[in-house]
């Protein structure tokens, strides 16, 4: 026997839940359920979401609603928007069996006037947001009086928003006589005394001890000049290169400004914050979730809610004022039994509150040393050569040049080859790093490699890119040539679409912009400016020439002027004119390649090109066969 239906789960129920792969219940499951699925238990758990939470309230529900009624018999109230759409999504699936199940998911931001036909159709479950909930329940858009069963999911972080009134209008208008759930990841003064006014007698349960972290989580934290956390950031982003991260920041701005350094830094990254529209909101978990985003830095109301499996880290660029909203941030990580590791970067003043956090996790971090330049070096060495090792080979397509590309190479060996192209990847990371400084407060990393100054390093940007025909040698060359920089030359040349990146030392600054004052190339003015971001060097280090396994990962944007605003519905389209050029086109790869009406139009940097519409031909042939394509 199955071990659900053990727990009594029913046979429609089963079916679903093994489409999506639940074979055994999750500690919190095995106990809840038996309680619950014979419906007169009030419930408080104190759980994080990963631990099956969702299921342990979900699968009762779809047991225990009559669907053959068209009456709203459950209610499901949630802190965000993100929750309750994942709620009603889960909720659904293990309904799917089930004839006349209606699941309807109440938040703001989204059309009133639909989400109330979706009601009137007969909503047996409804999952709201309270605010959107108060506002349905003015306009007596819904009947809560059949209501048999509440659930009040991540409690805390509902009284947390300041909803504690709204909660109690809405609970006014469901019958006395039901049973309420509430699943909280911590138990404030304020959840305890709800439970206590709401519920009778309730079956308690704690998931793991009180407020203590998922035991797969490691807490690790890392201690570096407040100047230096972005640096940091990246270079933590670059020692593990399949990261999938959240990166916590503490203020809406804070969390565009590091997004926006992410993105012009070449990195798959964007923002999630309120000050975005919902539109935009659900654009960036869309990436997210696909993957197309690496890195998603968020503030904590934004990502309360979300659901993504398969977190790697959990990043703290700043740590949280609450110390207990380190449990829900970390708790975005190691899901669904899966391990994950929390990162804090802090400032050498900022050890107390480490230790605060660890008194109420109940766990101790773990001091880690940023890794210095040589090693990230070597690990994205190993990554390349693994990915060649897996790498999915067309033989259909490539079949026809290998005739000619066997003979091209056929005077060199195997170990020659090997060099060769793993070189072609390599000689980028180790420029790009071979002198990076160790970032860690108290050194501890190891001895520097190579040892030119890279404080004397400026970067700057150039309004020409791959639309101009340019990549990434021929660019260098052409700086170079025209500015006539001898060795080093321009280093670290990040080629955009429309514009790049170049470094080259700080002497040779005035030189550079002198040769480009009147250069005209195809016949438009070519542009040089200093690259002033947060980020880097001093001048702005962008990352070392990823190639992105999803595309674009952004156009870049321009330190000097706008100070890298991210323009979270890029995708709809362009602008007009003005700065367009400048502007970071992160999320273009689901656009139409069109947009704009300036006619500044032609320097715009459509993130991936290869995926768009308007420009695809064109830029095929001006990147030509023969090119070297980055
Ligand atoms: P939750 O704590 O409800 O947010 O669930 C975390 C993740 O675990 C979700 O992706 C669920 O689909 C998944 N999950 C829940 N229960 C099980 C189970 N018994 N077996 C496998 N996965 C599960």
Redesign the pocket.
Known sequence: MNKFESLGVNSLVLKAISE???????PI?EKVLPELLNGHRDLVALAQ???????AFGLPLAQLVNFNSKETQALILCPTRELCMQITR?LKSYTKFLQGANIVAIYGGASIETQTREIRKGAQIIVATPGRMVDMIDRKRVQLGKVSYVVLDEADEMLNMGFQEDLTTILSQTPGEKSTWLFSATMPNEVSRIAKKYMENPFEITVGNKNQGAENIEHLYYVVHARDKYKALKRIADFNPEIFAIVFCRTKMETQEVADWLIRDGYNADALHGDLSQAQRDHVMKRYRSRALQMLVATDVAARGI?V?DVTHVINYNLPDEAENYTHRSGRTA??GKSGVSIAIINTKEIGKIRMIERIIGKKFSKATIPVGFDVCEKQLFHLVNKVHNIEVNEQEISKYLPKIYEELKDLSKEELIKRFISEEFNRFLSYYKNAPDLNAEGGGHQEHGGANRGNIQRLFISLGRLDGLFEEELRTYINEKAGLGQPGATMVDVKNSFSFFSVDQKEVEKVQAAFQNELYNDRPVKIELSSGGGGFRGGEGRFGKKFKYGGGGGGGYAGKKKFKSYGNKEEGGGNGGRNKYKSYGKQEEGGGGGGNGDRNKYKSFGQQDDSGGRKDRFKKERGFNKKRR
């Open positions: 999506l792969g639940f074979e055994t219940p999750t499951q979401t990963g631990t099956g939470k969702t299921a889960d659901d499996d899901r669904a």
